[in-house]
């Protein structure tokens, strides 16, 4: 094994650059290629020496026919680990086409939560025939990771770890590490656990390294480690790795008792897994779901549209009050979707930045006040400025000063109560235990719909006929 | 130290459950509450032992009045790390309070990455007395980082680093562990380098553990590394991370020497930071800034919501264009809001999908045309779907076939357009290297705000009057 000599070839061959993206890229129109023109070995080859993640991104990317060939050409030698980097729906279309069998033997080669994770996702009758063919004892110990909650600590954790008494010396921890066949692939820290099996400290195992064979265990270990109960919520979890920067936590069972380890790159696919979910929900879309099939996306999407057409008829409800106004005149008919769009805008605006706050935990009940005091200001500084844009937009263009004045004042009171309504609604919701992320976008902007209208169609009626 | 003996005290002390957020709340209060009440010394003992994160929450959490006099009473302690910790305008108004002379003592206890983090965000003037003040060796290597770009693996990886050479043995790289002074104070893989220190493999710590004093690193390192050039993009490092469940990464220069190592806990940061601007620019809202001042976030704002005026007034062109029908047929004033708002959620949602699928790298040009396509007939369902919802409430409400095929019409257009332009608008910003978070949703809003109002007057004007 050589290196690369000095000068001789600059970055490295393992170096990954910015262009990896559009190589992949690449990659994948060679292997639809390949697939197209039936030289079926040297697509497999193509895939021959890729990392799961990277396996599993081209059957993502791939359609549905090349992927069953794919798969074909991959079969015998398929890397577990990219069952568990799939989609849920790709993952469903290439364990049908496994069956239950070859899953089974791919799922048994997982750690236990890898384990949990896919079969998790399989449909009830799928999931029933891929225990069945696995042994006894993991059968066992799936079964119990699926006894967890759904997004709890103990889904993500898994079971093998590394602990040690904290009377055992680095020299006798180094050499238990140099003999023990069982251990976990990866690890980052040992855990020092008492007679009970309750974690009293973390070595990192850098510190482990570093320090002499006599020395105890408990003489280096951090002896207040942050410890996650079996059923703390997956997203709180990721706060503690966020927060105290943990590479892995101990998991202990309602008794105190370590039964699991969580892992950071676990963690960092829960913190895209939350950040996603709020995207999603504030553009009114429940799942992500690039690859589920169309009736599944549509299905998916109606409900949100339809509560979408039920509020956009009642803020219609609202105009039709004012049909005799609007009739005598027409270009209020012009200016109202201006104010109510502004009120949505401004809404919106405060809305994500609420949202965002109360998930980062940036906004909680110590600030709440002094911040909802702050949208407001902010909300009156932008009600002037556009109240006043606005009228002089309707004076110079219909060259009425009443109705400059009307959309004026009926933009001022929308974007305050759009401001307002931006903050109040997802810090109630949240408060009544609603995800705010996602109801409150069609709150604030039938909110914003219904009092723009009603402001500039009611000021008008009031004072230009 | 004794730990928790078994059955005695259930989860042990350190457990952290989901109320740890509420306690922090708690703290929060308590610590307003001493300081309201003039009792300093007790707020100062309430921050003590306290991680240096969540020192910074609370600094963040309450008001400035009180966030000067909590900085008074720990400034002779003050842990370099909650300056990190601070966002933008909190640690602007600290650093201000401490001075150059205590700020740099500060940075000067900091690993360089953190370090020049700090520095970075100070203004001109502020940075210069900082440097000014530090030690000639400390000032030298942060401005070294300040001159890689901004966002690149240069400013996030940390200089302190353990490299061994590939011929020294698994003894020989414990010793000099255990010997070594200025190791770093984590880390999580040991860089083997040839002689011009490129490096050519890595050994997780827990590999190293494992393997008995005589075997040469190089026999039992991953020789594939995944290796950071120091001007590759944070979100570009953020994905390598994400794809591969790295905890640590070499960076190299031009030449392919190492020159640095990248953290995870780093990472992490990056991919919060990165999933947060998409979901505030999706928002209309370009920083979050939650302790911005009130002036400097309608400033913020304020773009935005002209851009979305100037949209607006063009869709009331549109509307202006018919004002005609509108006068004899007032009905139509009152259902066109339901068309442009049914189109504005379906372009959402599309928009939504787009973006994430971009940002995650789901969506490439492998793929795209694929899932336009499914776009498209998703749209197409949902278009039929609610144009004969709309038909239907149109008739029912106005008891006009006519009205009520004119809003049929008119939506099953709409939303088609939606779909695609939804689709078609962020695609086609990233091709021109513009974030499609940033203008798709005002391009698309403006979209199938023209398009509903356009297509509803217009078939109106043609077959109603």
Avoid: C
């Avoid at 790159?265 to 690039?290: F, K, N, P, T």
């Avoid at 169309?294 to 057409?309: A, E, G, H, S, Y």
């Avoid at 004076?395 to 933009?411: E, K, N, R």
């Amino acid at each position: 094994m050589t290196g690369p000599t000095a000068d001789a070839q600059p970055p490295g061959e393992g170096v990954v650059a910015d262009s990896a993206i559009s190589l992949q890229d690449d990659l994948v129109r060679g292997i639809q290629d390949a697939l197209d023109s039936g030289a079926l070995e040297k697509a497999g080859e193509m895939l021959d020496g890729l990392h799961s993640a990277d396996v599993a991104d081209v059957l993502h990317l791939v359609g549905p026919d090349h992927r069953r060939l794919l798969v074909e050409l991959v079969r015998e030698h398929l890397d577990a680990d990219v069952l568990v980097e799939l989609d849920e729906p790709v993952r469903a279309e290439i364990v049908a086409q496994l069956g239950p069998r070859e899953t089974a033997a791919a799922v048994a080669d997982l750690e236990t939560d890898e384990a949990v994770d896919v079969v998790d996702t399989l449909d009830d009758a799928t999931q029933a025939q891929v225990l069945g063919a696995l042994e006894a004892d993991q059968r066992a110990s799936i079964e119990e990771g699926l006894a967890y909650a759904q997004d709890s600590a103990g889904r993500l954790m898994q079971r093998d770890l590394v602990a040690v008494p904290s009377f055992w010396t680095i020299g006798q921890t180094i050499d238990h590490l140099r003999e023990a066949g069982d251990l976990p692939d990866e690890f980052y820290e040992l855990f020092v656990v008492d007679p009970a099996h309750h974690p009293i400290g973390t070595v990192p195992l850098n510190r482990a390294m570093r320090t002499k064979r006599p020395v105890e265990v408990s003489a280096i270990m951090d002896d207040e480690p942050r410890i996650v109960p079996v059923d703390m919520d997956q997203e709180a979890v990721a706060f503690l790795f966020e927060q105290y920067d943990l590479t892995s936590a101990p998991v202990v069972d309602a008794s105190g008792r370590l039964v699991g380890v969580i892992m950071v790159d676990d963690v960092v696919d829960i913190i895209l897994e939350e950040a996603e979910e709020d995207i999603l929900r504030l553009g009114g879309v429940s799942e992500s779901g690039l690859h589920d099939s169309v009736l599944k996306t549509t299905r998916r999407r109606f409900p949100w549209l339809l509560v979408n057409l039920a509020t956009a008829v009642l803020a219609s409800g609202v105009i039709a009050f004012f049909e005799g106004t609007i009739e005598q005149i027409v270009a209020l008919a012009v200016l109202m979707p201006i104010v109510a769009s502004m009120g949505g805008n401004v809404g919106t605006q405060t809305l994500t930045i609420t949202v965002r706050g109360l998930a980062t935990r940036d906004l909680t009940s110590a600030n709440a006040l002094r911040l909802f005091g702050r949208e407001i200001a902010v909300s009156l500084i932008n009600a002037v400025l556009f109240a006043v844009l606005a009228g002089a937009v309707a004076f110079l263009w219909f060259d009425s000063a009443g109705l400059a004045l009307v959309i004026l004042a009926a933009m001022a009171v929308n974007i305050v109560v759009a401001g307002a309504a931006g903050m109040a609604i997802p810090l109630g919701l949240n408060r009544i235990g609603v995800d705010p992320a996602l109801a409150a976008t069609v709150f604030v902007t039938t909110i914003t719909d219904v009092v723009g209208f009603l402001a500039f169609l009611g000021l008008a009626a009031w004072f230009l006929l």
